[in-house]
């Protein structure tokens, strides 16, 4: 069943109105309204729009009831079923609308830009609130994220390292300075590693991660740099997109080398204020490439509180994968030694190498 077939709209003059949108447009100008979601609860939280809020024209139950009466008894049943849920709820969704509203315009959507979009862009404009649709809806917004890679001329630096080189400090302190900074860890809610989770929100759906990208990135300038810290494919349960991945594999990379101590010293004070039981699950995680013997030696050094022997027992096995993730990186790579453990300094240095040509010649 489709969406158009629940419940009709009026046309002409009682619709003229309404504005519909491209996607790229509908965002742009959604900045001086609100977003409104009219798909379920369940579809909103699969996915959404950043900042979106949600006033669904069905619940859940409610949409599968009416797909099934459709599927079954036709769309005459089904539009009167539809109304049916509707009806007694109108007033509570201009209600709700209105408070999300607050004198701003609505710009509201659907998963095609079909009728319930339309249907509760007209109650809303009835009740005397602006509205703009989207052309093609949320699933056009999907859709317009990867048109948005292939179309335009990305920069993206990938500020790579051994684990503990403080990649995701630098990266602040880049993005103190006024620089483009995608935080791909900070959306995934995870540092990327078996102890990627610990201290961190609950991970997003993979389709809010790739929104929550899409948010980021259409705030940048292309024609500006975008600094990126490399990743692999997966953060944590969440995957980056095939066309973003490939885009940052074949990106010039910034590789950082500070001294072993720095890293381990960085890593103890990152992770030691952890239950020693998720550390000890943690590494757990990565006995079978750890070995072990080894396991056993770093699960004790965490019992005992030896962090630091714990941390350098962890690098045997992440240094090895670091070597290989080098190995297929097809762009430009700059190999950066340091022997200090200062983000600002090295964050200050970088800015000034790549705007002056020196940094990737």
């Given at each position: 069943m489709t969406e158009r077939d629940i419940i009709t709209v009026p046309s002409g003059d009682d619709r003229?109105?309404?504005?519909s949108l491209s996607p790229g447009d509908f965002l742009q100008n959604s900045k001086e309204g609100r977003i409104v979601d009219v798909r379920t609860p369940a579809e909103f939280e699969k996915g959404h729009i950043p900042g979106a809020f949600n006033i669904p024209l069905f619940t859940n139950d409610q949409r599968v009831v009416?797909?099934?009466?459709?599927?079954?008894?036709?769309?005459?049943?089904?539009?009167?079923?539809?109304?049916?849920y509707v009806g007694p709820e109108m007033k509570n969704m201009v209600l709700k609308a209105k408070g999300i509203s607050e004198g701003s315009p609505l710009y509201v959507h659907c998963w095609r830009g079909g009728m319930r979009s339309a249907s509760m862009a007209w109650l809303f404009e009835t009740a005397g609130i602006k509205c703009f649709t989207m052309k093609g809806g949320y699933k056009a917004y999907r859709r317009s994220f990867h048109e948005m890679l292939e179309n335009e001329k990305w920069k993206f630096i990938v500020i790579a390292g051994p684990t503990g080189s403080g990649k995701t400090a630098i990266l602040d302190?880049?993005?103190?300075?006024?620089?483009?900074?995608?935080?791909?860890?900070?959306?995934?809610?995870?540092k990327g590693s078996a102890f990627g989770s610990l201290g961190e929100e609950p991970q997003p759906t993979n389709e809010q991660f790739e929104n929550d990208i899409h948010h980021d990135i259409r705030s940048f300038s292309p024609e500006r740099p975008v600094w990126v810290e490399g990743e692999s494919r997966s953060i944590g349960r969440n995957f980056i997109s095939d066309d973003l991945f490939n885009m940052l594999v074949n990106s010039d990379t910034v590789h950082i080398y500070p001294d072993f101590e720095y890293r381990v010293k960085r890593l103890v004070v990152d992770y030691a204020k952890y239950p020693k039981e998720e550390l000890i699950h943690s590494f757990e995680k990565i006995s079978k490439r750890l070995g072990g013997l080894r396991t056993k030696q770093a699960v004790e050094a965490v019992q005992k509180g030896e962090f630091?022997?714990?941390v350098q027992i962890g690098?045997?096995?992440?240094?090895?994968?670091?070597?290989?993730?080098?190995d297929n990186r097809t762009g430009r790579k700059v190999f950066f030694?340091?022997?200090?453990?200062?983000?600002?300094?090295i964050a200050k240095f970088l800015k000034e190498k790549y705007y002056s040509g020196k940094l990737l010649k």
């Open positions: 003229k109105g309404v504005v009416v797909g099934t009466i459709y599927k079954k008894q036709g769309k005459e049943k089904a539009v009167l079923k539809g109304l049916e302190e880049l993005k103190k300075m006024g620089e483009q900074v995608l935080d791909l860890e900070g959306l995934a809610h995870h630091d022997v714990a690098l045997e096995y992440y240094d090895k994968t670091y070597q290989h993730a080098i030694e340091t022997g200090y453990d200062e983000p600002d300094m």
